[in-house]
């Protein structure tokens, strides 16, 4: 189903200049979105921990007090399940690389042409919807003491719900819907994130590596998520004596 068709997306604005806010603003005025706008971290918190939420969040990286990636920690330590977009006008590949590590789901140089935004908010919307998700295949996976529910976007291991930022459940899901297949970074990288620029292999590592912390007993010797040197990762059940 093509998401356009659902329901409006919420979306939140998070941005101090007052030109670049109200332009967005007028942009996204349409019955397709349903929009709000603040200039700084502490009142996009609390728009966030507000039911029923945001499905997108267009983040400045530069804000006053706070910045972007201050956002970013503080969504992934209150587990808020929000695609963030961020944006700047440095092209630097360290604030990038920083930005994908905390959970963003892409970052974007401005200015851009806002139909180039809204191309980028309708992809990872659309990746996020559980109509993307195979559509013959199951929406709840168990394993052992694990569960995974693709449709709730939920991770439970031993009654305990480990907390996923939206990125990391993605990066999940897809090796879980290709379990017993080893998936090349690559694969991997672009399913996620789209083909595009910006994004190195070693991303693909850290989200991985921090998804272990997480989701393991013990990250060293993962059960589930293993790296096949050379080729990839397979997510698997691999009992220890």
Request: with cysteine.
């Amino acid at each position: 189903m093509d998401t356009r068709s659902q329901s409006p997306t919420r979306l939140l604005i998070v941005e101090d200049d007052e030109a670049t806010s109200t332009r967005l603003l007028d942009y996204f005025s349409s019955p397709k979105y349903v929009t709000t706008t603040v200039s700084d971290v502490d009142a996009a918190l609390r728009y966030l921990l507000q039911p029923p939420g945001y499905d997108v969040v267009l983040l400045s990286v530069t804000l006053p007090g706070k910045s972007g990636f201050d956002l970013l920690d503080a969504a992934e330590q209150q587990s808020i399940e929000a695609s963030f977009l961020l944006l700047s006008d440095q092209d630097c590949l360290a604030d990038k690389l920083h930005g994908f590590d905390l959970g963003a789901d892409d970052y974007i140089v401005t200015p851009c042409a806002l139909e180039e935004l809204e191309a980028r908010i309708y992809a990872v919307r659309n990746r996020r919807s559980p109509s993307s998700s195979t559509p013959n295949g199951p929406q709840v996976y168990d394993f052992d003491d694990l569960t995974i529910n693709v449709a709730a976007h939920t991770c439970v291991r031993g009654g305990r719900r480990i907390s996923l930022t939206s990125l990391e459940f993605e990066i999940l899901s897809y090796l879980v819907e290709h379990r017993g297949d080893v998936v090349p970074r690559d694969e991997l990288r672009d399913a996620v994130w789209g083909s595009r620029n910006g994004i190195c292999l070693r991303t693909i590592d850290r989200h991985v590596a921090k998804i272990r912390e997480k989701l393991e007993y013990d990250p060293e010797r993962p059960a589930y998520l293993q790296t096949v040197y050379g080729k990839g990762y397979e997510f698997a059940c691999v009992e220890y004596a």
